[in-house]
């Protein structure tokens, strides 16, 4: 790996007018991995003007699909050939399981470059007759020159998904990864560049959240997509303001997954961890309220315990790890702290050691399961980010949805049991953007995108994002000077 990393402007790689150096600091314990190019402000002007030149030129929006297709495959084709090589990136910077990142996230990534290189042939507007000789066309365009701000928590699958969407869509892009997970997205760099895509289409800079503000409030951009936290993603609509631009916000969650009486105790435990403990809890739509019917609490606690003991927790490089660390040190001991104020007010069942192999070993968290919290407690409502769920008990359905309901967040629950009517009945009254019903994650993100409801989110999603729609009413008369109206 090359300790200098570049950035892309232009269709260049480089360093650019750096202000000075981000060091990628691995949070498994290795220091400082890579240095990546801190973008200055004097940076951000080329790389709009770079997309904007692209974009109006045409270069892309106006290659056939055909083409746009090919090298939409190209870049999925390089990514799976080197998926060793950005996994292991992924697992130094990130400190996520190498051999998870490999299996899921970078198959995500592929797969939205191979789905959206096929949406780029249906993208198509809408005829419909108003009169006689008076049409009307809807024509569904590329928004223009989109600034993409990406969240630390899963640069490939994350950050390749809205790469798809907005090459699909015809537009051109600057995109910020997190100054906390950019390394991955600097090899991405380079593969954008062997796959073929035009100069200027895809630039990539590097940035702490004062060039992300700059770059979204620069008026050479057409439209601002963001991913991650709610306290930013206020401040980015504070920030626009003063400029009105199309904006997509995906932000946090407290998740509820709530378990009936007739659910499938096993089958929702296992559900359960998964959704809890992907990436260590550091997923936007982690399942961590788990709310449980009385009658079969214990057996499921049980269940999600046993699950969740089966958790590798080491090294994200070795094969061996299906857990690996936390972002960094600093946010793993915020996360202890919330296990501190779990087990002076509740009752931790699985976690929370105060073992050298974790706490005092970096940015380690295992997995912790808490239970008998008072109702009301600031863990049951704060999204914690981290590998910690919560399992509270409820008496009636109403209650359940009640409690689940009961959060500013609206970005994902789900709901199991084996009364199919049941089941739509509380998936319908669960207000968030997307519900599981007898699951968790959904395999259709792609052909379904969804926006977060309430605190978690703003705008369209998927290529939508990245399209604007005109309204042309056309005239058709065959004599049409007798048709215009008069002065």
């Known amino acids: 790996m090359e300790r200098q990393r570049k ?63 090919r090298r939409m495959r190209r870049l999925a084709e390089l990514i799976d050939a080197n998926r060793a090589e950005l996994a292991e990136l992924e697992a130094l910077d990130t400190g996520k399981a190498k051999s998870y990142t490999a299996a899921n996230d970078i198959e995500i990534a592929i797969e ?42 899963g640069p490939i699958w994350t950050g390749v998904q809205r790469l798809a969407a907005i090459l699909a869509a015809g537009c051109s892009t600057v995109m910020k990864p997190s100054e906390l997970g950019s390394l991955t997205f600097s090899r991405i760099a380079e593969l954008v560049v062997e796959a073929d895509i035009p100069a200027g289409v895809v630039n990539i800079v590097y940035g702490a959240g004062d060039i992300g503000e700059r770059l979204v409030c620069h008026p050479g951009v057409d439209a601002v997509s963001f991913t991650g936290g709610t306290a930013t993603g206020g401040r980015i609509l504070t920030a626009l303001a003063r400029s009105i631009k199309p904006v997509t916000l995906e932000l946090g969650g407290k998740n509820a997954l709530i378990v009936l009486a007739d659910a499938d105790v ?4 296992a559900w359960a961890v998964i959704g809890g403990f992907a990436n260590a809890g550091q997923v936007c739509v ?22 969740a003991s089966q958790i590798e927790v080491g090294d994200p490089l070795d094969d061996a790890t299906t857990m690996g660390t936390l972002i960094s040190i600093e946010h793993a001991q915020k996360v202890w702290h919330a296990i501190d104020h779990a087990r002076e007010r509740g009752h931790i069942v699985l976690g929370g050691e105060r073992y050298v192999d974790f706490r005092d070993s970096g940015a380690y968290v295992p997995p912790t399961v ?20 919560t399992v509270e008990r409820f008496r009636t359905e109403s209650e359940a949805v009640h409690l689940a309901n009961a959060t500013d967040y609206g970005l994902s629950a789900g709901v199991f049991g084996s009364d199919a009517r049941r089941l739509w009945e509380v ?18 993100v792609l052909e379904a995108p969804v926006s977060g409801h309430k605190q978690s989110g703003l705008g369209p999603s998927g290529i939508d994002a990245y399209l604007r729609r005109t309204s042309v009413f056309f005239d058709r008369g065959d004599d049409l000077q007798a048709s215009a109206p008069r002065a």
């Open 266 to 269: 096993e089958a929702a435990a």
């Open 112 to 153: 939205a470059l191979d789905y959206l290189a096929d949406q780029t042939r249906r993208i198509s507007g809408h005829v419909s007759v108003l009169a006689p000789d008076h049409i009307h066309h809807t024509l569904v365009q590329p928004v223009g020159v989109v600034a993409e701000l990406l969240p630390w928590n």
């Open 427 to 444: 998936a319908a009254a669960l207000r968030a953007g997307e519900v599981y019903v007898n699951r968790w994650f959904s395999p259709g």
């Open 286 to 307: 982690s399942s961590s309220r788990l709310l449980v019917a009385d009658a079969v609490h214990d057996r499921f606690v049980e269940a999600v315990v046993r699950h």
């Open 7 to 69: 950035a892309l402007i232009n269709g260049v790689l480089g360093t650019h007018r750096a202000q000075g150096v981000i060091e990628a600091v691995s949070p498994t314990g290795r220091g400082v991995v890579a240095q990546l190019p801190a973008a200055s402000a004097e940076d951000l002007g080329p790389a709009v003007a770079a997309a904007r030149e692209a974009f109006e030129s045409g270069i892309w929006r106006r290659m056939s699909a055909r083409d746009r297709g």
């Open 370 to 389: 808490v239970t008998d919290l008072p109702a009301g407690d600031p863990l049951l409502q704060t999204e914690i980010f981290g590998p910690v769920v």
